[in-house]
């Protein structure tokens, strides 16, 4: 009994390791950018009277983490002028995209949506590409700064921040501006920018942690050595400058999705439509999530409270439960699985449309919606993880990821107009009936892709990286 004790605490022993501790803060510093462009910023603008078109275009602003692909070569292999010099190549970039995202937060803090609303989505815009940076940077921190075996407490831990931060920029969000301005029929512009600033100050988290962090040793020789050929057989033609900078581009943004189209082969294009439609269902229903919630009556301490805070809640138990299943079931029965109870649960907000204001039915309607979402999440990070190639693994992440919200974010931009076109009922079905051809995609991926690439997921959970 002893001995199983000692091998229980050894075990989770590994929680309390700098390296996580580190990574559950930049998780916080991550998670929390992403609500100030989305819902939040929803909830901001439809309280201002901005009406629901402009708001479905304004969600268009969150696409720019569909495309941190473009510029992540640029993370991973470029230094920063000073930043490197003082703090490395990773933590030098983690302050500047740190310090970008503190002074967009509190310009989007000073800005007016009924005054000005330019101003707001350039702010708003600084906001997405200073956090997708960020994001770009922590995945590489996270993947180099520890062995395989710490990976997973490493992976936890920074969805336990992340999670927490999006309560926090959310329900906490909610709460401030409620707090400034309680009569919940009056908007008030000063709650708004009261509670962003404050979203602002909260980014400090994220900057202490990475001045206080360690620089991982980035394992770059073989990329080294690559761009070293590279550079001599382009200097046989071309300038030395240029032959330098053709060498860099290559290695850096080249290299990596060749070496996934050349392990996955004509299959890759089936995984990539896979990925980039897997979560459109619930996407395309989320951007409307709290303009829906505004338009039935709900306060802003019940949409905290339910979906903010309990919604969360059951998302991460959500995960939880997916995890055993994928262990159990295997990666791709539960990624079909997660897709159908996705698309299905959207039905639950057509009926809540019909009865319209009612507290229960909606605490049961986001407690399952999210649920399910959680089952979800965990059987695709476990197959996105499973695609990635050790040399490569922050930029092909990067891509993956970046795949995964484009063409969702890009359909759900219409939402508004839809809404306002036809009404919530149809909304909420047809944002269901868009989720069933995933079912298709996730069938054929199973049948068409070699075993060997799909099964080994359940064998890299454990040591690769959790998406945000």
Request: aromatic share 12%; with cysteine.
């Amino acid at each position: 009994m002893t001995s199983y004790s000692q091998r229980i605490k050894n075990s989770l022993s590994i929680y309390c390791h700098k390296r996580v501790l580190i990574l559950l803060l930049l998780g916080f510093s991550a998670g929390l950018p992403l609500m100030l462009v989305f819902s939040t910023l929803s909830f901001w603008l439809r309280e201002a009277g901005v009406d629901r078109t402009a708001i479905g275009y304004f969600s268009w602003i969150a696409l720019v983490y569909g495309f941190k692909w473009a510029w992540s070569p640029l993370v991973d292999r470029m230094s920063l002028p000073i930043f490197t010099k003082l703090l490395g190549r990773r933590r030098g970039w983690m302050i500047f995209a740190q310090l970008i995202l503190v002074v967009a937060i509190v310009g989007m803090s000073q800005s007016d949506p009924l005054v000005d609303i330019e101003k707001l989505a350039v702010f708003a815009l600084m906001v997405a590409l200073a956090s997708a940076t960020q994001d770009i940077v922590i995945d590489a921190f996270r993947i180099e700064s520890a062995s395989e075996k710490m990976q997973a407490a490493l992976a936890a831990a920074y969805q336990v921040g992340y999670r927490s931060a999006m309560i926090i920029a959310t329900a906490g969000a909610l709460t401030i501006a409620a707090w400034i301005e309680p009569n919940n029929d009056t908007y008030s512009l000063v709650s708004w920018q009261t509670a962003y600033l404050a979203m602002a100050g909260l980014m400090s988290v994220g900057i202490i942690t990475t001045l206080f962090s360690d620089e991982p040793k980035v394992e770059s020789k073989e990329a080294d050595e690559k761009e070293a050929e590279l550079k001599q057989q382009f200097s046989m033609r071309y300038s030395p400058a240029i032959a330098a900078t053709l060498s860099w581009l290559y290695t850096a943004s080249v290299l990596p999705f060749l070496d996934f189209f050349k392990r996955y082969g004509k299959s890759a294009i089936l995984i990539l439509l896979l990925i980039s439609t897997y979560r459109i269902s619930d996407i395309v229903m989320g951007v409307m999530a709290n303009v829906f919630y505004v338009d039935m009556g709900f306060s802003k301490a019940e949409i905290a409270t339910l979906s903010k805070v309990y919604g969360l809640i059951m998302t991460l138990v959500g995960a939880g439960a997916g995890g055993l299943l994928v262990a159990r079931y295997g990666t791709m029965k539960i990624l079909f699985l997660g897709a159908f109870l996705v698309a299905t649960t959207n039905l639950l907000f057509a009926y809540q449309a019909v009865i319209g204001y009612n507290v229960p039915f909606l605490t049961l309607a986001i407690s399952v919606d999210n649920f399910s979402g959680g089952v979800a999440t965990a059987a695709f990070i476990a197959y996105l993880s499973s695609l990635t190639s050790t040399g490569y693994s922050a930029t092909q992440y990067a891509l993956l990821s970046s795949i995964m919200l484009l063409f969702p974010k890009f359909v759900a931009g219409f939402s508004g107009a839809y809404i306002d076109a036809y009404d919530y009922v149809s909304f909420f079905v047809g944002a269901s009936l868009i989720g069933f051809p995933v079912l298709g995609l996730v069938l054929l991926v199973q049948k068409y892709v070699p075993e060997t690439q799909t099964v080994s997921a359940d064998e890299s959970t454990q040591q690769k990286e959790l998406n945000s």
